[in-house]
């Protein structure tokens, strides 16, 4: 029995029908052009007992047990296990219908068998809302979340109507799989939305939990509008091969490319143009647009008809509770400096403790009006923090920590701010899931959603004029999602304002270093504690929290903390912060993320970008994993383009782009579309220069619009290697030996001949790392660091 050759490891999930066997390979398998044989690749992220297991409930298909039918094969570091499936003779089990049984078992689902799903689950949806009067809050957003669902299936069922054929869809509706599997995740966590709106509970307890819910349009419509564009590009790729008339396949191509030009790179023109079938008429925004303030003004005016009623069927406690609420929904009833008294809270008959959260005291688990709650509770004075608790109280977002509601005992000095239940922290969380084993804790899909999610709540805050100051793992707290988006976590940004009371948290992850606090601070917030002999609090800014935010990338991407493997600590390991030392990407790391966090750990914080144009990026790096679904093989694809430097050439042309306001989730597709416009320049320009780009010796690359050196320059130069030497593995692992020789001896953007003095600044300001005992640059450190399975990912040019 032959190996598994390179060709046969680079297409997708499929399954042929062989005289006398089965051929079923989970992962990839090319076998077009080559003698077919009666082998089964399967990788071992699907144990081998999975199929044996699927085997057993289907006797009419067989397993030999002839020794030597299961071969295991290492290619590529990766593990690979090929066996034979043959079918007895008296089987009436067609090979057609048991790779559908293995699809099943498996979860690997054709295109048309996921848009069947999708379609139940909106059949699920419309069911439930028979009974939308019986909705008592959020009832507009419910029904918006119904209508907009139902014109993305009506828009995507046109879609491949128009551009599929029915007798194709196990054999090139490929492209649709992933995306639509995607989309199903999307329908159900909606459908769990609406029914949790209509859940009899305590009305009391549902309005103070959704009075501030914005998740039907910054979550659900936010997911729905950025998964539309993917899907429609990949029914357009499906499209582009299906069919057997040629010249009717080439008039599809000449639309397709006319769509995707720069004539239609204007917001206007292209909501005018697409906006039907992205699901952003203007119809459509209006109502994303007042909807969330409907709700909010039924519920108001429910709680007046109420007060109106003389409250003859109120408790005193029930009264009380209308009061905060009616406070809370109207802007025009001020607090008058005074929070409500704590016994609404404590007093109430159902009040109860259940566990503290976390390792200190602030912060607990409590049972309120039935349902569970977390408690800060802190002492302190409480009539300065009136107004921030008032305006902490207004902000809402789907990847923010939630203050309900507050309140406080002036004679105790004590104050209660009750918020919406989490899991448990990030960096707790990271810690229980890694292993010996398992040291990369997610998925790249899982860590590039969770990478945006804290980009979304950082953004938000931001364009509330809202700066961190503390952003670490420990102050994102997770929780499970839905069954269907099996891995996935919530994100919720916590932790931000109330800077006053911070002096009384004790409240510190066990995974994280309490002596190390200063490696989540950017180097200018360390700085200025050096200046200020660490006595005052630094002043917060936009850009330190994106440097923070890099570093929380680096853990989940890796699952280490920032610097655990240095050899430095306390002053020296700050020092060297300033200087411009940064944690080590493992090799194997996809450049098109680390490249991204780079720049957001920039030693200047005007070269580091904002938390719109990080959120635009990893929209479209989701968009890219989705894509292509094979990102956790061996040969990972990668892709051909920096989008950061799309992000930068498109902010230049939208100058709302750089504004730190968060725009609205309608712009989503067209920020989607302007991105794959110039992708698709860029790609054809690249695929002419290829040749030329073959002679890089692995220069530094400056930013288009202001020359500046970026601070690690292997990204680019990683990704246009791929492109000229990805004939062979030998060819990729002798360019990498080249690069590398070149540069441990030439520093990465300096001249030549031009020597590097110990303490030499460049033009762009930023000095070179230091080793932490001399003033000698580390070229040999980075040389020695890359023959470890290290890329130099702190270089300092």
């Known amino acids: 029995m032959k190996d598994v050759s390179d060709d046969q490891t680079r297409s997708v999930v499929g399954a042929v029908s062989v005289t006398g066997t089965l051929e079923f390979n989970i992962k990839k398998s090319k076998l077009a052009g080559r003698k077919r044989s009666s082998s089964i690749v399967m990788s071992l992220m699907t144990p081998i007992g999975t199929i044996r297991q699927v085997l057993g409930r289907y006797p009419q298909i067989g397993f030999p047990k002839k020794e030597g039918t299961e071969t295991k094969i290492l290619l590529r570091n990766t593990l690979f296990v090929r066996f034979r499936i043959t079918q007895r003779s008296n ?95 999307i329908f159900k966590e909606g459908e769990l939305y609406i029914k949790q709106c209509l859940e009899i509970k305590d009305w009391w307890a549902k309005a103070i939990s959704l009075y501030q819910n914005m998740d039907c349009v910054e979550f659900h419509i936010h997911n729905l509008l950025f998964c539309i564009p993917v899907i429609i590009e990949a029914i357009e790729m499906a499209g582009d091969i299906s069919g057997c008339d040629q010249d009717l396949m080439q008039k599809k191509r000449i639309i397709l490319t006319k769509k995707y030009e720069k004539d239609w790179m204007d917001p206007q023109i292209f909501q005018w143009r697409f906006g039907k079938q992205y699901l952003v008429s203007q119809e459509i925004c209006n109502r994303m647009d007042s909807v ?28 009380r509770l209308m009061d905060l609420l009616f406070k809370n929904l109207d802007d025009l009833e001020p607090l008058n400096g005074k929070l409500f008294p704590s016994s609404i809270l404590v007093g109430s008959k159902d009040y109860q403790v259940r566990r503290r959260l976390g390792s200190g005291n602030q912060y607990k688990e ?171 609090s630094s002043k917060y800014t936009e850009k330190a929290d994106v440097y923070s935010f890099g570093m929380i990338c680096f853990e989940l991407l890796t699952g280490k903390v920032p610097f655990e493997d240095g050899h430095l600590q306390g002053d020296k390991m700050s020092r060297n912060i300033r200087a411009g030392e940064r944690p080590l990407f493992p090799f194997s790391s996809p450049k098109y993320l680390t490249n991204l966090t780079k720049r957001c750990w920039q030693t200047d914080p005007i070269y580091r970008p904002n938390f719109s144009s990080i959120c635009r990026i990893l929209r479209y790096i989701k968009r890219f994993l989705i894509m292509n679904p094979d990102h956790g093989q061996p040969d990972p694809p990668l892709p051909l383009v920096d989008y950061c430097d799309i992000e930068v050439g498109l902010s230049k042309k939208f100058l709302a782009w ?91 953007g300096t001249p030549k001949g031009r020597k590097i003095g110990p303490s030499q600044l460049t033009p762009c300001g930023r000095s070179l790392r230091m080793t932490s005992e001399s003033l000698l640059p580390m070229a040999m450190s980075r040389s020695r660091r890359r023959t470890a399975g290290h890329a130099a990912d702190s270089e300092i040019v």
């Open 91 to 185: 089987s009436r089990l067609s090979f057609d219908r048991f790779r559908y049984l293995l699809y099943f078992e498996l979860g690997l689902k054709p295109g048309m068998e996921q848009f069947r799903q999708i379609g139940e689950v909106l059949g699920s949806l419309k069911a439930l809302m028979v009974f939308r009067a019986d909705i008592q809050i959020n009832k507009r957003q419910c029904c918006l979340l119904l209508d907009i669902f139902t014109l993305a299936f009506d828009e995507i069922a046109e879609e491949i109507r128009q551009n599929l054929r029915y007798e194709e869809k196990n054999t090139r509706w490929k492209a649709l799989e992933q995306p639509l599997k995607e989309l199903h995740g």
């Open 292 to 319: 969330w303030k409907e709700d909010r003004w039924i519920l108001l005016e429910t709680i007046k008809e109420k007060r109106g009623s003389g409250s003859v069927a109120l408790t005193k406690h029930q009264q």
């Open 366 to 536: 409590i049972q309120w009006l039935g349902e569970s709650f977390a408690l800060r509770h802190f002492f302190g004075e409480i009539e300065p923090l009136v107004l921030e608790i008032s305006h902490l109280s207004s902000l809402a977002h789907p990847n923010i920590m939630h203050f309900l509601c507050g309140f406080s005992d002036e004679g105790k000095k004590e104050c209660f701010l009750v918020m919406e239940l989490m899991n448990k922290d990030l960096s707790s969380y990271i810690k229980e899931i890694c292993s010996s084993r398992r040291r990369i804790p997610f998925s790249l899909p899982v860590a590039v959603d969770l990478m945006l999610q804290i980009a979304r709540g950082m953004e938000y805050l931001h364009s509330r004029k809202i700066f961190h100051g503390d952003l670490n793992p420990s102050n994102i707290l997770v929780r499970t999602r839905s069954s269907s988006l099996e891995g996935y976590l919530n994100a919720k940004v916590s932790g931000f304002g109330l800077s006053s009371t911070k002096k009384f948290t004790s409240r510190i992850s066990s995974n994280q270093n309490e002596t190390l606090p200063f490696i989540w601070y950017a180097p200018e917030v360390l700085a200025e504690q050096e200046q200020r002999g660490g006595t005052c």
């Open 658 to 748: 750089e504004s730190p306001d968060q725009a609205a989730v309608s712009q989503i597709p067209f920020q989607m579309f302007a991105y794959r416009v110039v992708e698709k320049e860029k790609k054809s320009v690249n695929l002419k220069d290829k040749s030329s780009e073959s002679g890089s010796d692995g220069a530094s690359f400056c930013g288009e619009e202001n020359g500046v050196i970026v601070e690690d320059p292997l990204p680019a130069v990683t990704e246009r290697k791929s492109l000229v030497s990805s004939e062979t593995t030998n060819k990729r692992i002798s360019w990498i030996k080249k690069s590398t020789d070149v540069k441990t001896n030439k520093q990465p």
